[in-house]
């Protein structure tokens, strides 16, 4: 399947660079674009992609792909818009889009929106046991803890090819173009810590979202939102889940924290089962299931791993989707269900805290 790449950023050299190189049984870049034509030559150079642009326009008119994959920082409501109009499948990254109006504005057409941590091996099988268990009314509580370094710790390993001939005033009305979008979301007063929580959620909290739709489906209620320390900071949300139980997440920005760590634990009816994610730029680093149960009087643990990479699976889907008409684990529908979830988390924040909140999240 013939492919364009829109970014050639940190997790397009860190992750998908390597992947599509050794799945060539699959995927043929044809294209690339970036902002920065230095990152474009470097991915293009990489991957056999003789085109290289540094206008989604350009290279949408141009076509010879099938589809797109979109890994562009920020939102990608307008680009997956444009690409999708154009007539292309579209995977596209978290987030799909920072307002609910971007996802109501995209065309009928084939989209996935990729949350990678849905395809990784041991979020399956615990999917699969829990279904075994019961499924949702066998959850008492859902509880997730996220230890994130900075993203230059993270990255340090990858020597990333470095973007520095991107216009500066380019690059401005790009970041005001975001908060604009972000005030539509949230409404133009609301302030910086409502739009920081809000930047969270939609960038590194939405992979727990994500989670919790498979495992139970979205929190219809937020109960509580709390942020400490200086931003990002330290967020702790709760609040019911849909069907039985409660869910919580404590997310911590860490500077300097030696190493990536999150670990979402499902607590049933019968014992626990907990799943421990490494840092996610880690090629084939196996996330850990530990499944613990009863039985003769004492408590049995059982770990199971499996070093498939995650991200690998999901382009792999992304194959299956575009050419047999498997359905994706998030589409359109999924990913909005995701920036609600967002929006509620920010208005539960702001309401706790006195500040104004407004827009769609009002």
């Known amino acids: 399947m013939r492919i364009a790449l829109v970014g050639c950023g940190a997790v397009t050299q860190a992750v998908y660079v390597p992947l599509l190189?050794?799945?060539?049984?699959?995927?043929?870049?044809?294209?690339?674009?970036?902002?920065?034509?230095?990152?474009?030559d470097a991915v293009g150079d990489r991957l056999g992609a003789a085109r290289r642009y540094t206008a989604l326009e350009e290279m949408l008119a141009d076509g010879g792909f099938d589809a797109v994959v979109m890994l562009a920082?920020?939102?990608?409501?307008?680009?997956?818009?444009?690409?999708?109009?154009?007539?292309?499948?579209?995977?596209?990254?978290?987030?799909?889009?920072?307002?609910?109006?971007?996802v109501a504005a995209l065309p009928e057409g084939r989209l996935m929106v990729g949350y990678m941590k849905q395809y990784d091996p041991a979020v399956r099988r615990a999917e699969k046991l829990l279904a075994e268990l019961g499924g949702p009314e066998a959850i008492r509580s859902v509880e997730v803890v996220v230890l994130h370094p900075s993203g230059e710790s993270q990255l340090a390993f990858a020597n990333l090819t470095q973007a520095r001939d991107v216009d500066p005033g380019l690059l401005a009305s790009l970041r005001a173009a975001e908060r604009e979008l972000v005030s539509r979301a949230l409404g133009e007063p609301a302030p910086e810590p409502v739009r920081n929580l809000y930047g969270v959620s939609l960038g590194s909290i939405c992979h727990d979202l994500s989670l919790l739709r498979r495992f139970t489906g979205s929190p219809t209620e937020i109960s509580y939102v709390d942020t400490w320390g200086p931003a990002p900071g330290s967020i702790e949300i709760s609040g019911p889940l849909p069907v039985r139980g409660r869910f919580g997440i404590r997310w911590h920005y860490l500077e300097d924290y030696p190493a990536y760590r999150e670990t979402v634990a499902v607590h049933h009816d019968h014992g626990s089962l907990e799943l421990v994610f490494p840092a996610p730029y880690l090629m084939n680093a196996p996330t850990t299931l530990t499944v613990v149960s009863g039985g003769e009087g004492g408590e049995s643990r059982t770990h199971w791993r499996d070093v498939t990479e995650a991200f690998e699976v999901q382009l792999a889907a992304f194959h299956a989707f575009v050419n047999d008409g498997e359905p994706p684990f998030t589409d359109a529908g999924g990913a909005l269900e995701d920036i609600v979830t967002a929006q509620r988390i920010a208005a539960r924040y702001a309401v706790q805290q006195g500040l104004p909140v407004g827009g769609e999240a009002a």
């Open 21 to 40: 190189s050794r799945r060539r049984d699959l995927f043929e870049v044809s294209a690339v674009c970036d902002l920065s034509r230095t990152l474009a």
């Open 73 to 102: 920082s920020g939102s990608h409501g307008e680009a997956v818009r444009q690409a999708m109009t154009a007539g292309y499948a579209v995977l596209c990254e978290k987030p799909l889009a920072l307002t609910r109006a971007e």
